[in-house]
């Protein structure tokens, strides 16, 4: 399974944006799918997941100014940032995990919070 993302760049303080990741194959059983991101020099870290079930989980770092939402349909996940920080700056990573407790991996995009 390839995850691909797409939507970081260059944000200015205050902006918004809104990552995707799309999950190649379709017809297998997913569990929870979620983002996680690690700054230079930092461990990854978790930001959001949402759970099949339909639970959703956000870090107190970004809790009210994210919202992760599922396209079960299309195996895609996505998370819209607002109000960013140049805290927020990372690279972001796609984050899947099937029924069989697999995990899978995007490549991971830049996100960039600067004036």
């Known amino acids: 399974v390839q995850l691909a993302e797409s939507g970081g760049g260059l944000v200015r303080p205050g902006g918004s944006l809104r990552l995707s990741c799309a999950a190649s194959e379709r017809g297998f059983s997913i569990s929870v799918m979620g983002w996680y991101r690690q700054a230079p020099g930092k461990q990854r870290e978790l930001v959001a997941r949402?759970?099949?079930?339909?639970?959703?989980l956000y870090v107190e770092p970004v809790k009210g100014r994210s919202a992760i939402s599922m396209n079960n349909n299309k195996n895609t996940v996505y998370l819209e940032m607002n109000s960013l920080r140049p805290e927020d700056t990372a690279v972001y990573y796609c984050?899947?995990?099937?029924?069989?407790?697999?995990?899978?991996w995007g490549r991971g995009i830049q996100v960039t919070v600067s004036s």
């Open positions: 984050n899947l995990e099937d029924d069989a407790g697999r995990q899978y």
């Open positions: 949402s759970f099949r079930g339909g639970q959703i």
